[in-house]
């Protein structure tokens, strides 16, 4: 039932049970349909809607996980929305009931996190988790929460929050905000293709965070744009200011070339890739950062020369980044990334470091024109030593641009506009 891809914890200490990074402003990569025709009354009631409405967000990750994009279009969002995020948590064993707290964010005072958790003996009842989350997140809206989210918009990223929450809130629209295709991910939930489709048929509007996504999503909803993830070109580019220090455990790198990779470790990394880059020269040092997910350790190449460092917060990439000769994308070629548009591309060109990729088709497809892409594992070999020999000054120029050009802000703010249009064609409808 379900998926929470956070450890196991208790929800009964008052205690902050993780960082809130704080981005700086970012960048967009979009491509959307033809937006639904606009009447000249629909313009008039356009300028009569309430543009600070609630958002309630459904999400498949947990806030405090790694800084990605629900915390870069929510961060903004609650600029000028008060935001309800509700997230999940891994079942726990020694859990007896079903338990919900709330907290306000520190770092965003707009944002309410509603933490639930399930006992493990209870978790594969799924008629009772649905019937139960939204009992959970009724009774926190009217007592503590009570006023603060009425007629809201409802946002999704969880497909599996639809049964629960769709058409129960009272919300004035639905936002379903793709960012991957969960369904082709490791342990999904088999009730998840059918809950998506629910999903795309009452969702007002949805968008994609990647090409490929957009081709599979746009047949079963009309309302439906492409805009994939930005960048916080100023956060990333610290990595290019000399004042910026290595993190302590790379400083020592003498003469060995560094090639790294940071994001989620997990079953779209290509890990026998990873133990060829190892193998194919002893004064390269292949540098992971990033927590492991829905992999087991033993799975993890080990090598003299690979470093496994886990997650380090969103603040600190930067100063990895400064150490890297070259950024990985050792993507495996498998269902998981038949979809993917990783973020972290225009987050390494910001960095202004070379960058090279499996052949993953949206980094073909959006850019090529920066990364190199190999077609094998010696492709992927060569095409590092190359770069490690003689770095492609032209492609890092191109990439640090375009990573300039591509904003979180932008994006936000055209997401913001297809809402606005969806609740004054609503406000049209209901006129006539």
């Known amino acids: 039932m379900s998926y929470a891809p956070n450890r196991s914890e208790l929800l009964i200490s008052n205690g902050n049970t993780g960082s809130n990074p704080q981005p700086a402003s970012q960048g967009i990569h979009s491509r959307t349909s033809t937006r639904l025709p606009r009447s000249i009354s629909s313009d008039k009631n356009r300028r009569k809607i309430d543009r600070n409405f609630p958002l309630i967000v459904h999400c498949h990750l947990c806030w405090d996980w790694v800084w990605q994009r629900p915390q870069q279009f929510l961060s903004r969002l609650s600029e000028r929305h008060q935001v309800l995020f509700v997230e999940t948590l891994a079942p726990d064993p020694q859990l007896v009931a079903p338990i919900a707290r709330f907290e306000t964010l520190p770092a965003h005072p707009n944002i309410t996190r509603l933490r639930m958790q399930f006992p493990t003996w209870r978790w594969n009842n799924g008629a009772y988790v649905d019937k139960l989350r939204r009992k959970l997140l009724q009774e926190a809206l009217l007592g503590p929460l009570a006023g603060k989210f009425e007629n809201p918009v409802q946002w999704f990223y969880d497909p599996m929050a639809v049964t629960p929450f769709a058409g129960h809130m009272d919300e004035i629209a639905t936002v379903y905000d793709c960012m991957d295709e969960l369904s082709k991910f490791r342990h999904a939930d088999p009730e998840l293709i059918n809950r998506e489709m629910q999903l795309l048929a009452k969702a007002d509007v949805v968008f994609t965070g990647g090409s490929r996504l957009y081709d599979a999503k746009s047949k079963h909803n009309d309302n439906c744009h492409f805009y994939g993830c930005g960048v916080d070109s100023e956060h990333f580019g610290k990595a290019r200011d000399p004042r910026t220090a290595l993190p302590p455990e790379l400083r020592n790198k003498g003469d060995k070339k560094m090639l790294g990779y940071f994001g989620v470790v997990d079953e779209r990394m290509d890990y026998e890739l990873i133990a060829r880059l190892a193998d194919a020269n002893p004064n390269w040092e292949i540098v992971i950062v990033g927590p492991l997910a829905k992999v087991e350790e033993c799975v993890l190449p080990r090598r003299s020369n690979i470093q496994w460092l886990g997650g380090r917060p969103y603040s600190e990439l930067p100063a990895y980044c400064k150490a890297f000769d ?44 920066v990364v190199k892409i190999a077609n094998s594992h010696d492709g992927f070999v060569s095409l590092c030593q190359r770069a490690v020999a003689e770095p492609d000054r032209a492609a890092i120029e191109r990439g640090i641009k375009m990573a300039a050009n591509h904003s979180w802000d932008s994006i936000v703010a055209q997401m913001e506009g297809h809402i606005e249009d969806v609740l004054a064609n609503k406000l049209n409808v209901a006129s006539v």
């Open 326 to 369: 070259v950024c990985l994308m050792p993507f495996a070629l498998n269902e998981a990334t038949e979809y993917i548009n990783p973020t972290k591309a225009l987050e390494y060109m910001a960095t202004g470091t070379e960058i090279i990729s499996s052949a993953v088709p949206d980094v073909v497809r959006n850019f090529a024109s």
